[in-house]
């Protein structure tokens, strides 16, 4: 203690400057703009094979990781990144990616289906849309619950009715073990959208197959079709100018 000296004895002009510095130096980081986070952009994922390789013979626990990274990229440090400033088509690439991994793994495809999907801009859930018939091609009898639902989405949400009676056709078609419900998707939607001629014959043949088991659903059926032709015949007879007649009772 006795080595120091006291503050009076350091001459005025070095503590001028040294207040001068730390004035200079406050102002300095005053006047600095505040840091501004920018967005990285998301990379192409590795290779499969090196994906491969990575995984140490664990492909599912790498599948993973490589999924929780994927969630993850729109949450970076200091900014939230909307999904439609996303790169899908890198988006796509990583889910391809993931599934190579872990062909039996169902959650790419639910995260293109029921979370990328959601974006509202056209373009970028056709992307979607069709990355979904993709991978539904490789697998159809495990992975027809993904193109059922956007079967569905293109339906309701981006009112292509065209899109949806061909993803709804490809379940009828590819996927013989998927539930009625899933196969009679096609029927529904034509009906829907008018096709009513289309309907019948499609529903008439499955009736006529066999291939419906259970009694209530045979019934449903049934009674679907008999409605209809019931339309059918009260639009045609609309058309020609006919009166429609209440139909003569039983008795």
């Known amino acids: 203690m006795r080595d120091e000296r006291p503050l009076s004895a ?7 400057i040294l207040i001068a510095a730390l004035g200079l130096q406050i102002a300095l980081q005053w006047m600095q703009p505040k840091p501004v986070a920018r967005a990285a952009a998301l990379e192409a994922p590795p290779a499969l094979a090196a994906f491969r390789v990575a995984g140490l013979g664990e492909p599912v626990a790498l599948a993973q990781l490589a999924t929780l990274y994927l969630q993850a990229f729109d949450n970076q ?29 169902q959650y790419p495809l639910l995260l293109a289906s029921q979370v990328y999907l959601q974006v509202p801009d056209p373009a970028r859930q056709r992307l979607m849309n069709e990355f979904v018939r993709e991978q539904f091609m490789h697998d159809p009898d495990n992975r027809w619950r993904w193109l059922a639902h956007v079967s569905i989405m293109a339906k309701h949400r981006m009112q292509d009715d ?24 096609q029927i529904f939607i034509l009906e829907d959208i008018g096709e009513l001629e289309s309907a019948k014959i499609m529903l008439g043949g499955l009736l006529a197959a066999g291939r419906i088991t259970d009694e209530h659903e045979l019934h449903f059926l049934t009674a679907r079709l008999e409605e209809i032709k019931n339309v059918e015949i009260q639009t045609h007879l609309t058309k020609n100018g006919q009166p429609l007649r209440a139909p003569k009772p039983d008795f």
């Open 10 to 16: 350091v001459p005025r002009a070095v503590l001028s």
């Open 77 to 105: 440090p200091g900014i939230s990144i909307p999904f439609k400033d996303l790169d899908y088509a890198r988006v796509i690439q990583w889910l391809e990616r993931i599934l190579g991994l872990d062909p039996i793994g």
């Open 162 to 185: 065209a899109l949806a009676l061909r993803y709804a056709a490809d379940i009828t078609k590819f996927a013989p073990n998927a539930p009625n419900w899933a196969r009679q998707m």
